[in-house]
């Protein structure tokens, strides 16, 4: 009774008197469905597509705390995005277990809001939302604030939870031949009581296939069993639902990494790339690398090409620092450009999870083995996941090496503050003359230099790269310039 | 609301919530039913105005369709979560209380400083800017869809360089005529320049703000018609805190602004005739004043209440930094953390040293629009601090968080 007194007292709308009645109703229904299955779990339920393109608002407070006992629509909190103040409401019933984020941390479309210990019966549809799906567009109109919506069609399935359906009051009427006019998932919230509903996934059966014989083509329980009834030699048309769902699209939030990369790339989007590509004959350096495995203690000890690049470069950058300095571009009318002493190159890797970029640092101290260690090392960890965050900062210049897997000419972007970045396909045998004018076969790498032109200009650029390309088609110019 | 609760637990029904309410006609509150309301408010008063505001937003039917037409005195109105430090140059809000004979006070008197419920950045009102607000079912919501709406009644007054661009704002084409476009589309104008980088940034006319909740959506919006103060309004807007302070919240997005030369009259006529065209009402809209009369009304008193405290103004600010760093003239480094608009830590180091002063633990806690003197205040947050180091640091904060002198709470 306390809850009915408490849903009673809540500030009525002039109009909802029948809608009150629904709810209470809804409520006394609810314990009578208690019988059946009770869901006691706890779920993120997690911040819906407010539409905008928007991927993250400002949470400006809570309504609830842990340990609070929420009804279905009783506020959880107000975030912010940009122009819009946004209520959020919880779509169950249940206790808070756990708020995600603090007053004035930035919350994250798709990413867990709070954890609710949900005490009312949940659908599959409710689990889709719970997994993020709240961001589907309107029924039909053109209703693109996504959270309004989906609260309400969760309401209209609560409204409908009653054996004999009391008299709809005509505000609510239009919204159900829009929502059934809508395609696909929407539409099984009008279709059938959270029992039905419940029944349909015991029975293992999709509830667009059954026919509906209540009122406005609900599904009933009679329904369901008479189709299963029937359905044994029809055994396919169970499938075909499922064969379209697989094809259909699907909204995924970024991974952590996306979004990491999104952010990085979208302010890379204010420099200006010019590319400088170097075709370099590294017949030379194979054949050397070739003569130091031979002594390898282990498969993992031979030397790829990479440490040999890197020192390469180092030693280029002797000459040619500016390539290795950092822009603050913060401020655009003073922009401050600082020479790092330290080398220290951001080694690009393709992980499972995608593109992970650690930095090894003092490339300009180590020596080539030494360099050949540290990348194996960054490896493992990367594939162990034991990169710390500390792996990535700090990084002067970036090596991206898709030789692995391909690549001629690249053409990579440039992290802020890093001024130039250096892009290496795989390489490939190539016909070429000697100095004798014979043909002659030559294993071809091509580097590809990416700089920043408001920093670098072509001249430097290119400088640098003839230079890193001497190096390393003579490797013995390497060995005098060592230190 | 203890009347409204005694009425609802007899559960009879809307009659009982009407006897509650006295003193506000029968009339008005069966009119928050209605499918289709339009409302103007005869009060400049913008705590009223928009108190009055929310509770359409709170109380209409959720399928009704509201327009709420207002005009405030001089006053900012800063977005729910902005930090009014940063956003407001606060010294010239006050004339009176302000000391420093570098600012001139711009002659505009006492301007009231409001925080709004919606999101967004911080606007000006006087009474040249006519505000118009739609409350509708979120169902039906779209964010240009009412900003379109203004755009056509704008159009239809003459103002054809008038539309809609990318942030839902309405701005004003200049230049010269380019292209013919289609009449319908309320995004594009005869004078619009495609994008390029030469392009001059069309004068903004109108802003826009939203406030969404479970069973409605608000959209409001200002219209700058002839307000004589565009000038001095950059004056308002830009804070010297600014470059010091450090914060998370919504920051403003300014623009240039422009007066579309039409009088109030004539752009309220032109925004009913086209709210009445949209929302076709068999009935014929009745265009009903609002004013005083309804803070009769307990949630609109209390909603009064609460937007005029100073707590709603300045607790409502966001975390945020402000730091002398920045600052090449200061001679002491000092940051303080300001966490729901009181001091939470700080610290102080003198210039070329490296001890650092940690904030004294009792003025945790302190409201900074509380703060009558700041070198009072310095004195006892850091110890240790001289009388000329902390004469020359408290005229600092004193100059970038201006003390806040009584504000007059009188209803126009």
């Not at chain 1, 180092?314 to 009318?333: E, I, M, R, V």
């Not at chain 1, 430097?460 to 110019?477: F, I, S, T, Y």
Request: charged fraction near 25%; include cysteine; charge should be neutral.
């Amino acid at each position: 009774m306390r809850t009915l007194l408490l849903r009673a007292c809540r500030p009525l709308n002039l109009t909802s008197t029948s809608r009150l009645q629904t709810q209470l109703l809804h409520a006394v229904s609810l314990r009578s469905l208690h019988t059946t299955h009770h869901l006691n779990i706890v779920k993120p339920f997690l911040l819906a597509d407010i539409g905008e393109g928007i991927t993250e608002c400002q949470l400006i407070q809570w309504f609830v705390q842990p340990g609070a006992r929420v009804e279905q629509f009783d506020k959880l909190c107000e975030v912010q995005s940009d122009k819009a103040s946004v209520e959020i409401t919880s779509p169950f019933d249940g206790v808070i277990k756990k708020l995600h984020y603090d007053p004035d941390d930035m919350a994250i479309t798709g990413k867990p809001l709070v954890d609710i210990d949900i005490q009312s019966e949940i659908t599959e549809e409710d689990e889709a939302k719970l997994a993020g799906g709240g961001g589907e567009e309107g029924a039909g109109s053109a209703a693109k604030e996504s959270i309004g919506e989906h609260e309400i069609r969760v309401e209209g399935a609560a409204g409908v939870d009653v054996a004999e359906p009391a008299a709809e009051n005509p505000g609510s009427q239009p919204t159900h031949p829009d929502r059934r006019r809508s395609s696909g998932k929407q539409d099984h919230s009008s279709l059938a009581t959270p029992a039905v509903r419940h029944l349909t996934k015991e029975m293992k059966v999709a509830i667009t296939d059954v026919r509906g014989t209540g009122k406005d083509g609900r599904v009933l329980k009679e329904d369901v069993h008479r189709h299963v009834a029937q359905s044994t030699q029809q055994q396919s048309t169970v499938h075909t639902p499922m064969q379209t769902s697989a094809r259909a699209d699907r909204k995924m939030p970024l991974t952590p990494i996306q979004t990491q990369m999104f952010k990085l790339m979208t302010r890379s989007l204010n420099i200006p790339h010019f590319l400088y590509t170097c075709a370099t004959d590294v017949s030379s350096l194979t054949t050397l690398r070739k003569t130091l495995n031979i002594s390898a203690s282990s498969p993992d000890q031979r030397l790829t090409q990479l440490p040999f690049i890197l020192k390469a470069v180092s030693l280029a950058f002797q000459h040619h620092p500016l390539l290795n300095s950092s822009l603050d571009s913060t401020d655009p009318a003073k922009p401050q450009l600082t020479y790092r002493s330290a080398h220290s190159f951001g080694v690009a890797i393709d992980t499972p999870s995608g593109l992970l970029v650690p930095v090894i640092r003092n490339v300009q101290d180590l020596s080539i083995n030494e360099i050949a260690a540290q990348l194996r090392q960054l490896s493992e960890k990367a594939r162990d996941n034991k990169l710390a965050p500390s792996d990535f900062s700090g990084a002067s210049f970036t090596i991206s090496n898709i030789g692995n897997i391909g690549g001629g000419v690249v053409s990579p972007v440039i992290s802020e503050p890093q001024v130039a970045i250096l892009g290496i396909g795989r390489s490939k045998i190539v016909p070429a003359f000697n100095q004798q004018g014979e043909l002659v076969k030559v294993e071809e790498l091509v580097f590809s230099w990416s700089a920043d032109h408001r920093i670098v200009d072509g001249a430097e650029c290119a400088r640098c790269a003839e230079r890193v390309k001497n190096l390393l088609e003579k490797p013995g110019k390497m060995m005098v310039e060592m230190r | 609301m203890i009347t409204l609760n005694r009425a609802c637990t007899r559960a009879r029904g809307c009659q009982q919530l009407l006897i509650a309410c006295r003193r506000l006609s029968q009339s008005a509150l069966d009119r928050l039913a209605q499918p289709v309301q339009s409302y103007i408010s005869t009060s400049r008063d913008p705590y009223l105005n928009l108190s009055i505001e929310h509770y359409l937003l709170q109380k209409s039917a959720p399928e009704s369709t509201i327009l709420l037409l207002y005009v405030n005195r001089p006053s900012i109105i800063i977005g729910r979560n902005q930090n009014p430090w940063l956003e407001v140059n606060l010294a010239l809000l006050n004339p009176i209380q302000q000391s420093q004979p570098e600012t001139e006070p711009p002659g505009l008197g006492n301007v009231d400083l409001v925080r709004r419920r919606s999101g967004g950045g911080t606007v000006f009102h006087d009474e040249g800017n006519v505000n118009w607000t739609v409350i509708c079912p979120p169902k039906a919501f779209t964010r240009d869809k009412h900003a379109e709406m203004v755009v056509r009644a704008l159009r239809s007054c003459g103002v054809e360089r008038s539309r809609v661009n990318e942030r839902h704002d309405i701005v004003l084409d200049q230049g010269e005529r380019i292209a013919d476009v289609d009449p319908d589309d309320t995004h594009l104008t005869p004078y619009t320049r495609r994008a390029g980088i030469w392009e001059i940034k069309p004068p903004k006319v109108s802003g826009s703000a939203y406030k969404l909740t479970r069973q409605r959506a608000l959209h409001h919006g200002t219209c700058l018609l002839s307000s004589p103060n565009l000038n001095i309004i950059p004056d308002y807007l830009h804070s010297p805190a600014k470059p010091h302070i450090t914060a998370r919240g919504v920051e403003s997005v300014s623009s240039p602004v422009g007066n579309i030369l039409l009088s109030n009259e004539h752009f309220i006529d032109a925004v009913r005739s086209r709210f009445d065209k949209m929302y076709h009402s068999s009935k014929g809209i009745e265009h009903v004043e609002v004013g005083e009369g309804w803070l009769d009304l307990e949630p609109v008193q209390q909603g009064y209440a609460e937007l005029k405290s100073r707590e709603w103004t300045f607790l409502q600010t966001p975390q945020f930094t402000i730091s002398t760093s920045a600052d090449p003239s200061a001679t002491m480094e000092v940051e303080l953390t300001v966490r729901n608009g009181a001091i939470s830590g700080g610290h102080l180091r003198h210039r070329g040293s490296a001890e650092l002063v940690d904030l004294d633990e009792r003025s945790v806690g302190q409201r900074v629009h509380d703060i009558t003197s700041w070198p009072e205040t310095l004195s006892q947050m850091f110890a240790g601090v001289d009388g000329t180091e902390r004469h020359r640091l408290g005229a600092w904060f004193e100059r970038m968080l201006p003390v806040q002198g009584t504000r007059s709470r009188m209803v126009e």
